[in-house]
Each structure stands twice: as structure tokens, then as C-alpha cells.
């Protein structure tokens, strides 16, 4: 770079042309060097299905991409399922290279194996100890069947009463072709049913088609004791998957003081 000296004579009066001129020249510059920073990032999303039956297998991805600014070797993922999901085809997934600015995916398969709620997590690492990880949530759902009864606290003989079954799903997920049945002890007349009923043919039976998740079908009978004593009185619902659950009421029935004169009669 070319450089330009300008001297100019101090003090007043005629200058000498003979005479000799000395002055002191100082420098200075600043000189600004760009050097390329390296910057290792990777950022991940996980996606997959909000809820999977229980006993059946879904398909969960995670997406790696390169945010940094230089290349990112051996990226690689391990899925760590929330209890209650099993890998299917191992908990150590590939992503393979990526330059900046570029995504990979990779996918796993989990199974369903108990009812609850959790989240699936993927732990990114690259060869360079650059990791990060991300997480989507899931539930195991599944049914519940569950029975229950609805009866007075005292029954009197040869008097009617209403006794109402419950078959219920309490789960998360749809039972189909549910059955129930009440078995009637003997000496217990069914007065009025929905259904019909043959005492010498068996339990009562009816059945629901489907039961989503909070709901019910229920059975009220109206019955007539007609001996005094205790007896039991047994429920039973099972599903088109062979859940199966059953309930007992125990129920004592007395005489009415009122009708004792008529009976020893």
C-alpha cells in the first residue's frame, strides 16, 4: 500500500533553502483477520400416535437435523419407551451423517404391553458428544370391564323389590360384544325382567354390542323373595376378547313382622 509523507516547515519568517529539514514520521494500522468458528448443534422432534390398544404395535419417528455449521458423523438415536411399551426391534436406531442444515429420520416400532399414560423419548448423540433429545407423549389404552349391584339394604319376603346389575367399562379403550350374566338363586321370584328369563333354562343373559370407555349397560329386575335366609346372587360379563369379570351380592331377606300371624297360620 502505497504511503504519502507531508512535511511543513514550523516557525515564522524566510525559509532557507540551504538549510536541512528532520522530522520523526510515526505509523500505526489495524488489521482485521475473519476466522470460521465451528459450531456443533443438533435438534431433534419426536412424533407418533396419541394412544395404542393395548397388545398391538405402533410406529414412533424421530427426525434429527444439523443446526450447527459444520458436519455432524455417526448421529444415532436410542429410544427409551415409558413403562408399560416394549421396542420391537431394538431401543438403538441409525441416523447416519449429517452436513449442515440437513435432517434424517429414523423409526421404531413399540408394543402395548400394560394400560397407562407416558412418554416416548429419543436421546440424539453424534460421534462429537453432541446430543440433545425430544419426547411425544402416549397412552396404552385399553378396556376395563367391571360389574356391579344396586339393591336395597333389607329385603322381605313376599315382597317386591328392584335389583339393578351393572356391567361397565371403566377403561380406556372400546369393549365389543359384551355379555352378562345373573344367575337367580332359587326361592327368589323374578317378578318383572327386560329380558326374558326361564328359571329351569339358567341365568338371565343380555348383551352390549360396544362399550366406549365410560359407559354402561345395567339390568333391573324386580324380585320377590319368598323364603326367609341368605343367598347369593353371581354376575358375570366377559367381552369378545375373553376379558372377563365377575361380582357377588350376598342378600338376606326376612319376614315382616306384620305378615308372622298370616305365616303361622
Avoid at 197 to 216: C, I
Wanted: proline share 9%.
Amino acid at each position: 500500500i502505497p504511503l504519502k509523507v507531508k512535511a511543513e516547515r514550523a516557525g515564522d519568517g524566510p525559509p532557507d533553502p540551504a538549510a536541512l529539514a528532520a522530522f520523526h514520521i510515526s505509523y500505526t494500522d489495524r488489521v482485521v483477520a475473519q476466522v470460521k468458528l465451528v459450531r456443533a448443534a443438533v435438534t431433534a422432534t419426536a412424533t407418533g400416535p396419541a394412544t395404542v390398544d393395548l397388545g398391538s404395535a405402533a410406529e414412533f419417528q424421530v427426525r434429527a437435523t444439523n443446526a450447527g455449521n459444520w458436519p455432524l458423523t455417526g448421529v444415532r438415536a436410542r429410544v427409551v419407551p415409558p413403562p408399560g411399551m416394549t421396542p420391537l426391534d431394538g431401543d438403538e436406531l441409525h441416523v447416519g451423517d449429517l452436513p449442515p442444515g440437513e435432517s434424517a429420520s429414523a423409526t421404531v416400532r413399540l408394543l402395548g404391553e400394560a394400560a397407562g399414560r407416558g412418554a416416548v423419548r429419543f436421546v440424539v448423540t453424534a460421534d462429537d458428544a453432541t446430543a440433545t433429545f425430544a419426547e411425544t407423549d402416549c397412552t396404552v389404552t385399553a378396556p376395563a370391564l367391571a360389574v356391579r349391584f344396586v339393591a336395597p339394604d333389607h329385603w322381605r319376603v313376599s315382597r317386591p323389590a328392584s335389583l339393578t346389575v351393572t356391567a361397565a367399562n371403566d377403561g380406556t379403550a372400546e369393549c365389543r360384544g359384551v355379555a352378562v350374566t345373573l344367575a337367580v338363586p332359587p326361592g327368589w321370584d323374578v317378578t318383572s325382567a327386560p329380558v326374558p328369563f326361564d328359571p329351569a333354562a339358567g341365568p338371565l343373559f343380555w348383551h352390549a354390542d360396544r362399550l366406549a370407555p365410560g359407559e354402561s349397560t345395567d339390568l333391573t329386575l324386580t324380585l320377590t323373595p319368598t323364603v326367609p335366609g341368605e343367598v347369593t346372587f353371581a354376575a358375570a360379563a366377559r367381552d369378545a376378547v375373553e376379558l372377563a369379570v365377575s361380582a357377588e351380592y350376598r342378600a338376606a331377606a326376612t319376614v315382616d313382622p306384620a305378615d308372622s300371624a298370616g305365616i303361622l297360620e
